[in-house]
């Protein structure tokens, strides 16, 4: 596993604004927004999440990791 599985409030909702922007954004931009997701430590491949054309969305990351307060 390269990333974590728990977060915190602050950390996920960063997380989920940052998935949000992925979902909208041009292939280049979402690569950029990957990254970003990266640096705060969610690999979406330690969970098996790849998906279709956009890739994983807000409930597959809140139903991967867990949110500690």
């Known amino acids: 596993m390269k990333g974590r599985s728990t977060f915190t409030n602050s950390e996920a909702e960063e997380i989920i ?11 280049q ?4 927004i990957r990254d970003k997701i990266r640096k705060k430590g969610f690999y979406a491949s330690d969970f098996g ?12 990351f ?8």
Do not use: F, H, W
């Open 17 to 27: 604004m940052l998935i949000k922007q992925k979902l909208e954004a041009s292939s």
């Open 29 to 32: 931009e979402q690569k950029n």
């Open 49 to 60: 999440l790849k998906g279709g054309q956009r890739g994983y969305d807000v409930n597959d």
């Open 62 to 69: 809140l139903n991967a990791v867990t949110i500690v307060p």
